[in-house]
């Protein structure tokens, strides 16, 4: 048979199994026979309208856009939170964040959120046979307790299954400003070392208070401590000189280390967490991205992240692995435009709305802070479609390790990877959020968010919160800007989910 012949052919069955399929439990993936790669590319703090896959029009991200077009988009995608690290722990650890008390944000000196013990998303697919590796942010904390900068640093990422990581330990705003390599300090001379501090600085070193003339961007709130390239940032930083990150180049840096990864590993299957650190503050776009979006350094950095992404599936297509790796596209949290820096966020946005007319913000309960672009995308495998299911990053795990074929201890995470295969428009009947620990329920159509003590709007950054005293209840089917509290009117359906709410709490 001629091979073009042969694919026609192909086609159809795939289609039909595909038909077949849909809504039934059985995937079109012949898992005894295929791993393949998987990448999971994790933006920081992009919104839900950040894309013109998702509806923007002031901003084009025709790289991105190209995931979506050719693989699955889902219109109620969800982080675990609103903020980074509990979200990361939850895509890591399939757990619920709001289960450990500790998973809230990072300073740079934490200990490892992460219990070497527990299960993880590369240890599950270790176990299947994968390479692991992280490059990019990190902010699970790092040591045990104190940590010194000038040894190798454990327990870290390689204790929790990753067998390779390059890193930035929390944030870009936050020291130490160096990257992290299998727990030892890139380019560190042991003559100047490193030392850390998140309270109080060290004697004679300049900060923003002390040498505001040394800054290039200026602080909003907070960020007023150590100076690094002209930024000032979150904690105290002395030495390391010749180890300090170039914020200009970090994007290349990684998209660099993660093209070098794939090349060097394409023989055997292998899972690679592409971090990215954009659009996070400070956001530092190299200088060929500065001014491309006419909206600021945000913009910039969004444009400049859709080029690395760009480059980095060129380099799959190169390797000829495409059609054999999953991506898993996402981000942390939902927007923030002023998270602590004067950096033309808001005086540039125009009629940009990173929320894509969700409400809230990164920080808040609403449904911005938590709901986010996610795109599957398999060259060949994947049903392309738009998905309206709700999922959530936590449920990678239990997804993946169905692909891979290994039995996982149960945890939060629920096997929806028909739903990520395009082949089956299942999701979550229930998914708790969270929002600096404060926790909702969505349920089907409905979202109710509980009464909390605290500010309705987190005046510093400009977003509202989702706290007040009252019970929230919205039908997001027809009021996905959560105007309409249904709470008084509805008590039958608010009782419903807080029942249900309390159930899954337990
Ligand atoms: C906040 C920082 C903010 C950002 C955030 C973490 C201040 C005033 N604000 O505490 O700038 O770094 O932490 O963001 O310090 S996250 O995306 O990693 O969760
Ligand atoms: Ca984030």
Redesign the pocket.
């Known amino acids: 048979m001629n091979l073009k012949l042969y694919k026609s052919f192909l086609g159809a069955f795939i289609l039909l199994v595909n038909l077949s399929c849909k809504n039934n439990t059985s995937t079109v993936i012949d898992k005894d026979t295929i791993k393949p790669n998987v990448v999971v590319i994790y933006l ?2 992009l919104g839900y309208g950040d894309l013109s896959c998702y509806g923007a029009t002031a901003i084009k991200t025709p790289n991105i856009d190209n995931l979506a077009l050719g693989g699955v988009k889902f219109t109620n995608g969800y982080a675990t939170s609103a ?2 690290t509990p ?1 990361r722990y939850a895509l890591l650890t399939g757990m619920y964040p709001w289960r450990n008390k500790d998973a809230k944000i990072l300073p740079g000196d934490a200990p490892l959120l992460i219990d070497t013990k527990q299960q993880t998303l590369p240890k599950m697919l270790s176990k299947a046979g994968y390479q692991t590796a992280i490059i990019g942010k990190w902010h699970l904390g790092l040591g045990s307790g104190f940590v010194n900068w000038n040894e190798t640093i454990k327990p870290g990422p390689n204790e929790v299954g990753f067998d390779e990581a390059y890193i930035l330990a929390a944030t870009q705003d936050r020291v130490p400003t160096v990257y992290i390599e299998n727990g030892n300090v890139v380019n560190l001379d042991k003559s100047d070392p490193i030392e850390v501090n998140y309270k109080k600085n060290f004697e004679g070193e300049p900060t923003a208070k002390s040498n505001p003339e040394m800054l290039t961007m200026k602080w909003h709130h907070g960020h007023n401590n150590s100076i690094v390239n002209g930024i000032p940032r979150i904690g105290y930083m002395k030495g390391g000189d010749a180890a300090k990150w170039s914020d200009v180049d970090m994007a290349d840096h990684f998209l660099s280390k993660a093209q070098n990864y794939i090349k060097t590993h394409k023989e055997k299957p292998f899972f690679l967490y592409y971090a990215m650190q954009q659009p ?1 503050v400070p956001r530092t776009p190299h200088p060929r991205f500065v001014g491309k979006s006419g909206m600021g350094p945000r913009g910039d950095v969004i444009l400049e992240a859709d080029w690395c992404i760009g480059e980095f599936i060129k380099t799959l297509e190169d390797e000829g692995i495409l059609e054999n790796t999953l991506i898993v596209f996402s ?3 939902g927007p923030v435009l002023n998270d602590g820096y004067f950096d033309d966020a808001v005086e540039k946005l125009g009629n940009h709305d990173p929320k894509g007319g969700l409400r809230g913000g ?1 920080y808040s309960l609403f449904e911005a802070g938590t709901r986010i672009p996610f795109i599957t995308y398999w060259k060949g495998k994947i049903n392309p479609g738009v998905s309206d299911a709700i999922i959530c990053q936590m449920d990678l795990l239990a997804s993946l390790a169905d692909l891979v074929g290994v039995n996982e201890k149960p945890t939060d995470s629920k096997n929806f990877l028909n739903t990520l295969m395009g082949v089956s428009d299942k999701g979550r009947d229930h998914l708790i959020i969270e929002a600096k620990s404060n926790t909702a329920l969505r349920s089907g159509d409905w979202i109710m968010i509980p009464p909390y003590k605290g500010q309705s709007i987190n005046k510093k950054v400009g977003t509202e919160t989702g706290y007040s005293l009252e019970y929230k209840l919205y039908n997001l089917k027809n009021d996905i800007g959560q105007q309409n509290n249904l709470a008084k009117e509805n008590p039958e359906k608010l009782k419903e989910l807080i029942q249900i709410f309390e159930n899954l709490k337990q």
């Open positions: 920081d703090d903020t980074c979200s996070h981000s942390d949290n990164k």
